[in-house]
């Protein structure tokens, strides 16, 4: 019994309405990351949970336990709520060692000096940093004082793990390894996990559901696949890396293999898109097109199968990535970004088709 | 070129350093220097030096006492007030630093403006008080007044090293179950430790250096040695070998601790980025 249940949790900040009627459900033994632009309220609610932060409107549990209730004023302190938890600046004990750092929330606990030292020691094992216990703190790179605050934040087997933006303050590589880390130690802890952070394939690699937040608001909640393939609004679509956004009038209606599509006309383009149930023939929408969703074609070549509309261009500018290339793509409508494989196979001045698989385009 | 211009900047610097060392240098010649050279016209830079001076302070048989039973009672009540003040200081900072309650912020402007006061303003009052409670010229009242008036500006210095302490931390124990106090004690004395002392070496100086609640507030028993430098200056003239040779004396602890604690005090007054 360890979920944790927010119901209509509300904050403010002054005029700042920070978080605001925010309902979530996290799952026993599952990982869910809050992601959201920067000022988005996932940190503050974070912080609601790990009760460093009280809130105006709602009420919080924790393993079935009510832990705070914004209508009676009552809130348990974060010592009595059995949480971890992880922050971004890590918040080591500069002026203790290794060892000290995670036996510290044993000891302001009294827990028995013998049974610190082998809870101390499993703590270490499991992220690695065994052989260091002597090393103080402030001797340990930014990764490993990275595993001493994940330690640390373990070490007495906390029902709920949270972490605000744990993997921020590293270098794109080190980030890169301690994902496949933490989620393998989650995996292997099986315990409930809340995560915070703005780097959209961080939470994407990471979590088991997702809760997309803007405003103070959760815009939606799913597995990482269904929120990327199923935006369920345009900012959303627009978080999600949809990089081109088109106007036009809905024209027709059907039914597709994975819920609703429109076919909507803009000056010169025509489209099939997913679509939300509500829009119907005749009401102005937004097309949203993710660069991942499109390919070239040349003139005269067989578009792919599933094809939902397609759009001439030229080609403006070739971006580099590695393993693929950006490719800009001006048309009379808007600029498109296609990411296709290296090499492009289309030089800048080239004029091709964009083509959209209807799948892949979201109308709202 | 850029030699020359580095050596210019030092023009400025060393015309200060020697309009504030000169004296004390003169001083301390003239701590050195035999009875008749001390007044010689134009004043002599080469002379035969002498301890005389220094050995006059440490005669018991002297007419006042030897200076050390003066040095004694500075060095007590300095201590003393030091203690306090610092201990008063720390709490309070941490209370201004990390809790929020109303009243807080016109509480610290509060402290800085007792800090405004003429001291003069204060004295009579606080002899009429320290009669009232039996404490004039005895350690505990003038360790006391010394304590009460270095606290608001240690309050201030300490909440400075606290502030600087990041929020993190604070969060990071509250999540471990660490009590405040425990905290305090564990987590940010240890953490400010160097500012801390710091603090408590200039409210040392402030009271050891103290000259005029001193000598308005003690008589014999607890009479500082900055009172007593003042019974060289008599009605048949100053001495001025002796009372050289105990300002010099007097002026030993400063100077150590001004070099011992150079880096941390201007770091506490002048702010700077926590290093952990």
Not at chain 1, 344 to 363: L, N, T
Request: hydrophobic share 50%; proline share 6%; net charge positive.
């Amino acid at each position: 019994m360890s979920q944790v249940i927010l119901e209509q949790v509300g904050r403010r900040f002054g005029i700042v309405q920070a978080v605001a009627d925010v309902s979530l459900e996290i799952r026993e033994g599952e990982f869910l990351t809050l992601l959201g632009p920067s000022g988005c309220g996932k940190t503050t609610t974070l912080r609601i949970v790990a009760g460093l932060e009280e809130h105006e409107d709602g009420r919080v549990y924790i393993g079935g336990r009510l832990v705070s209730d914004a209508a009676r004023r009552w809130f348990l302190p974060p010592e009595r709520r059995q949480v971890g938890m992880v922050f971004q600046s890590y918040a080591v004990w500069p002026h203790m060692t290794v060892f000290e750092n995670v036996a510290f929330p044993l000891r302001v606990r009294h827990m028995p000096e013998s049974e610190v030292r082998q809870r101390v020691v499993w703590a270490l094992n499991l992220v690695g940093l065994e052989g260091l216990e002597r090393r103080p703190a402030t001797a340990l790179s930014g990764g490993q004082q990275q595993r001493l605050a994940i330690a640390r934040a373990i070490v007495y087997e906390p029902r709920v793990l949270l972490l605000d933006e744990p993997l921020s303050n590293l270098d794109a590589k080190l980030r890169e390894g301690m994902r496949v880390e933490l989620k393998s130690l989650q995996r292997r802890l099986g315990i409930t996990t809340l995560y915070v952070t703005h780097d959209q394939e961080e939470a994407m690699v990471l979590s088991d559901r997702l809760a997309i937040m803007s405003g103070g608001r959760i815009l939606q909640v799913g597995s990482p696949e269904e929120v990327y393939r199923r935006p369920a609004s345009p900012e959303v679509a627009a978080f999600l890396g949809a990089t081109t956004v088109l106007e036009g009038e809905v024209r027709a209606q059907r039914r597709g293999a994975d819920g609703p599509e429109v076919e909507v006309v803009g000056p010169g383009w025509a489209a099939w898109c997913r679509a939300t149930e509500g829009l119907m023939p005749g009401r102005r929408a937004r097309v949203y097109v993710r660069a991942d969703g499109l390919r070239l074609l040349r003139d005269g070549e067989t578009p792919p199968a599933g094809e939902g509309g397609r759009w001439w261009g030229r080609v403006e500018q070739l971006q580099f990535r590695g393993g693929e290339v950006s490719v800009v793509v001006r048309a009379d409508c808007g600029v498109f970004r296609v990411d296709v494989p290296f090499p492009a196979g289309v030089s800048e001045g080239d004029e091709v088709w964009v083509v959209g698989s209807s799948d892949r385009i979201y109308a709202f | 070129m850029t030699v020359g211009r580095q050596a210019w900047k030092h023009v400025p610097l060393a015309a200060a350093a020697l309009w504030f060392a000169g004296p004390l240098a003169w001083v301390a010649l003239t701590s050195l220097k035999p009875a008749g050279d001390i007044l010689a016209v134009p004043p002599r830079i080469w002379f035969r030096p002498t301890l005389e001076w220094y050995a006059a302070l440490w005669n018991p048989q002297a007419f006042l006492g030897d200076l050390r039973g003066y040095l004694a009672n500075s060095l007590v009540i300095a201590l003393a007030s030091s203690g306090w003040a610092t201990a008063a200081g720390l709490t309070c900072g941490f209370a201004l630093s990390r809790l929020r309650f109303p009243g807080r912020g016109a509480l610290a402007w509060g402290l800085l403006l007792l800090r405004m006061l003429p001291p003069v303003a204060t004295a009579v009052p606080l002899f009429v008080l320290l009669r009232a409670v039996g404490a004039v010229d005895t350690h505990v009242g003038l360790g006391a007044v010394y304590a009460a008036v270095n606290l608001p500006f240690l309050v201030w210095l300490l909440k400075g090293f606290l502030d600087e302490v990041p929020r993190e931390l604070d969060e990071a124990a509250w999540i471990d179950g660490c009590p405040r106090w425990l905290y305090l004690t564990r987590v940010l004395l240890p953490l400010t430790a160097p500012g801390i002392a710091a603090c408590a070496g200039y409210s040392f100086l402030v009271s050891w250096n103290e000259f005029s609640l001193a000598l308005l507030l003690t008589a014999r028993r607890a009479a500082t040695a900055p009172v007593y430098v003042l019974n060289f200056i008599t009605d048949q003239g100053v001495q001025w070998g002796p009372l050289a040779a105990a300002a010099t004396v007097l002026t030993v602890p400063a100077a150590l601790f001004v070099v011992l604690a150079d880096r941390h005090l201007r770091r506490g007054l002048f702010g700077g980025a926590f290093k952990g």
